[in-house]
């Protein structure tokens, strides 16, 4: 096997990963497959001026992470109500309510599974913050990269990663514990449960909920240790390959038009 044929087959071995983190950051399908593509373009057509100064995963992260910025340049951040609009815009339309029917129950990847919510709501709240807090967070806590790896990926220095890092981990703790029903018996979203009585109407809810770690150590553990766990029960989940991926595509595809 020559060197050409070896990075391809390391890139092969990450390939869903990066797929999976460059969804987090567009919110996409079609968009992440484009950029898929041409981050595996650019790669390949620059591998002589890869020089091992970093692991090839980095550099290609890197690349896969620029083509990304390029893109959402023209974005805005996402607001913490886009979930609450978009919830609104949907019991005020039989036609969106009804497309979300038709992709539970004749879909595939239509099924509503509560860790996956959970992993799509992380989603949407990444969404508000600045680019490179989000970048930086997500390939930290998500995708286990080194601050000196991110440090290459991003072009940022150990101190503003630092900080990035800092400033996004801040900002996840106020919202979720404003928010998150699920540990926090104040909070105000109850999205989770509200989706799971639609589409899982005869589960047992509670039962299923706590099963899951962040929700069962709620009660006696503090919201750091409940926002690791929630990056933890995050880092487990593909949500390209989750079981419902369509449904939870279609939800994040049309938030923000229907939040404005």
């Known amino acids: 096997m020559n060197a050409l044929q070896q990075y ?6 990450f390939q869903s990963e990066l797929k999976a983190f460059i969804y987090r950051l567009v919110t996409h399908h079609q968009d992440t497959e484009d950029i898929m593509q041409d981050t ?19 550099w290609v992260f890197s690349i896969a992470t620029n083509r990304a910025k390029d893109h959402l340049r023209s974005q805005s ?24 029917a038709n992709i539970s129950l004749n879909s595939p990847h239509g099924k509503f599974d509560f860790k996956e919510h959970i992993d799509y709501c992380f989603t949407c709240m990444s969404k508000t913050l600045l680019l490179e807090e989000q970048v ?25 990663v630092k ?8 900002r996840f703790l106020k919202i979720f514990e404003g928010r998150c029903a699920l540990i926090h018996k104040n909070g105000v979203c109850h999205q989770c449960t509200e989706l799971n009585g639609i589409f899982n109407p005869q589960q047992a809810a509670e039962e299923k909920l706590m099963k899951i770690k962040m929700v069962k150590e709620r009660e006696n553990t503090d919201i750091e240790k409940l926002l690791d766990l929630r990056f933890q029960l995050v880092s487990k989940i593909d949500p390209i390959n989750a079981e ?13 038009i229907h939040s404005t």
């Not at 951040?77 to 036609?95: F, H, I």
């Not at 390939?139 to 503003?160: A, C, H, P, R, T």
């Not at 900080?163 to 801040?170: P, S």
């Open 136 to 160: 930086c967070i997500i390939l930290k806590e998500v995708y286990s990269f080194k601050v000196s790896e991110i440090m290459e990926i991003i072009n940022l220095s150990e101190g503003k």
């Open 244 to 256: 419902g991926f369509d449904l939870h595509n279609y939800m994040l595809e049309t938030l923000p």
């Open 163 to 170: 900080h990035a890092l800092a400033n996004a981990r801040k």
């Open 40 to 58: 595996y373009i650019k790669v390949f057509k620059n591998i002589e001026t890869f020089k091992g100064n970093s692991t090839f995963k980095t």
């Open 77 to 100: 951040r996402w607001k913490e109500e886009y979930q609450d609009n978009c919830r609104t815009a949907t019991y005020a339309s039989k036609e969106l309510q009804q497309t979300m």
């Open 8 to 13: 391809q087959k390391e890139f092969i071995s």
